[in-house]
């Protein structure tokens, strides 16, 4: 079974700290993404890896960084913490499959409260 | 990608079949027909995926009519387990890099 796992379920932080956001999976997966989900928006793409050390932005990067120095941990870094960054993030991976799918697998996600 | 219609809830009783519906029609010949679940305050879940051919794994059947516009999710005997929020999704292959957008989707409940 693919498992992607996320440091933490629930993280309660202050506005202007640093905020660190892990995610591992141990399936060898080449494609890494971290999403934030809100009621009424649906998830939101914030940034995606490919490879090691590779990242593209997804479609709200602003306030993010992200970190992949290895292929099975994807880190999402909330550089100086709002409390409109106050959500659930998801993190998911994918492989692509030889019938050419990108089958996207999720975390437990951890949800965020910035006070 | 194509956008999809289902319904906004639906009720199961406990060991029957669950079949939840999804409209498709503007799907487009390269498009995959994706299922999630969500249970509350949990990651999204990858229930199962096709193409054109009807699909079945461990977790439920994926039924998709002959001209792609929609499909149907089979859970074969729910349980209070599966209530949660299913979304159907239609996804172009594009390499790996393309991101997953749920709708509104179907919230299921499983009554005992």
Redesign the interface.
């Known amino acids: 079974d693919v498992k992607?796992t996320?440091s933490s379920r629930y993280l309660v932080k202050r506005t202007g700290e640093k905020v660190f956001l892990e995610c591992v999976q141990d399936m060898d997966h080449?494609?890494m993404?971290w999403?934030r989900q809100d009621p009424g928006l649906?998830?939101r793409?914030i940034y995606?890896s490919?490879d090691v050390k590779m990242k593209?932005k997804?479609?709200i990067p602003e306030g993010y960084s992200v970190s992949r120095e290895k292929k099975e941990r994807f880190s999402l870094i909330l550089e100086s913490a709002s409390t409109n960054q106050t959500s659930?993030y998801?993190c998911?991976s994918?492989?692509?499959s030889g019938g050419?799918?990108?089958?996207?697998?999720?975390?437990?996600?951890t949800?965020l409260t910035v006070l | 990608d194509a956008k999809t219609t289902q319904p906004t809830s639906m009720d199961c009783a406990e060991g029957r079949a669950a079949n939840l519906p999804c409209n498709h029609s503007t799907i487009s010949g390269n498009e995959?027909v994706?299922w999630?679940r969500q249970i509350h305050?949990?990651?999204?879940?990858?229930i199962i995926?096709g193409l054109k051919n009807n699909e079945t794994n461990e977790m439920a059947s994926l039924i998709i009519t002959e001209d792609r516009k929609s499909s149907t999710l089979i859970l074969p005997h729910a349980t209070l387990r599966d209530t949660a929020v299913y979304y159907c999704i239609v996804?172009v292959?594009?390499?790996?890099?393309?991101?997953?957008?749920?709708?509104t989707g179907t919230k299921l409940q499983v009554i005992p």
Do not use: C, W
């Open positions: 992607v996320q080449e494609n993404f999403y649906g998830l793409l995606f490919y593209e997804g479609d659930m998801l998911a994918s492989l692509i050419g799918t990108d089958t996207q697998y999720f975390g437990p996600g949800r | 995959y994706y999630y305050s949990q990651g999204p879940q990858y995926h996804r292959n594009s390499g790996g890099y393309q991101k997953v957008t749920f709708g």
